[in-house]
T-cell receptor
Framework: GAGVSQSPSNKVTEKGKDVELRCDPI?????LYWYRQSLGQGLEFLIYFQGNSAPDKSGLPSDRFSAERTGGSVSTLTIQRTQQEDSAVYLC?????????????FGPGTRLTVL | GENVEQHPSTLSVQEGDSAVIKCTYS??????FPWYKQELGKRPQLIID?????GEKKDQRIAVTLNKTAKHFSLHITETQPEDSAVYFCAASISSGGGADGLTFGKGTHLIIQP
């Protein structure tokens, strides 16, 4: 079946503009995660959804970052007034979300470049 | 919050030799420890994981060990092959019956297999 998909694959924007990144999880996966990977760095947790609610928003770096999920499926990550330090690859992952120890499957990521 | 340290940052081994990557974690409540492999330009993919109720798990040439008392876990790759060259990330999270928290990742180990 289809894996996690993300769009766009690449996004170049100017400093100060808003951007929206989209994630389509694997069908039937109730848990959805957003991570950020900066050049040469590890993966940084941003936010986690269980269904449409976000029990953990602790990783969002500032109030310019927000995310929503509707219908228990697609999620969008919005970055307002982008800054150059927001440049990174934004990765989405999904898991079954029920029961213990569910593997997180990653999407291909969106490479964001803020000029 | 959780903090995961990973060493070494770069590891070069001769083809056919073994490779060991080590991680420590800080939160004693963490109970799920996956390892991801990321090839250049690709998404992270799970290669093995371990739950806190076991001390060791093996899958062909890959094994992971966990020492809960010392709060450290390690990845062992035997008989390394050129296709093992990649960046490897360890991670930790708290998983319950309702799903898992976001993963806290180490900063990664760039494994280079010398022919």
């Amino acid at each position: 079946g289809a894996g996690v998909s993300q769009s766009p694959s690449n996004k170049v924007t100017e400093k100060g503009k808003d951007v929206e990144l989209r994630c389509d999880p694997i069908s039937g996966h109730t848990a959805l995660y957003w991570y950020r990977q900066s050049l040469g760095q590890g993966l940084e947790f941003l936010i986690y959804f269980q269904g449409n609610s976000a029990p953990d928003k602790s990783g969002l770096p500032s109030d310019r970052f927000s995310a929503e999920r509707t219908g228990g499926s697609v999620s969008t990550l919005t970055i307002q007034r982008t800054q150059q330090e927001d440049s990174a690859v934004y990765l989405c992952a999904s898991s079954l979300g029920q029961g213990f120890y569910n593997e997180q499957f990653f999407g291909p990521g969106t490479r964001l470049t803020v000029l | 919050g959780e903090n995961v340290e990973q060493h070494p940052s770069t590891l070069s081994v001769q083809e056919g030799d073994s490779a060991v990557i080590k991680c420590t974690y800080s939160d004693s409540a963490s109970n799920y420890f996956p390892w991801y492999k990321q090839e250049l330009g690709k998404r992270p993919q799970l290669i093995i994981d371990i739950r806190s109720n076991v001390g060791e798990k093996k899958d062909q040439r890959i094994a992971v060990t966990l020492n809960k008392t010392a709060k450290h876990f390690s990845l062992h790759i035997t008989e390394t092959q050129p296709e093992d060259s990649a960046v490897y990330f360890c991670a930790a999270s708290i998983s319950s019956g309702g799903g898992a928290d976001g993963l806290t990742f180490g900063k990664g180990t760039h494994l280079i297999i010398q022919p």
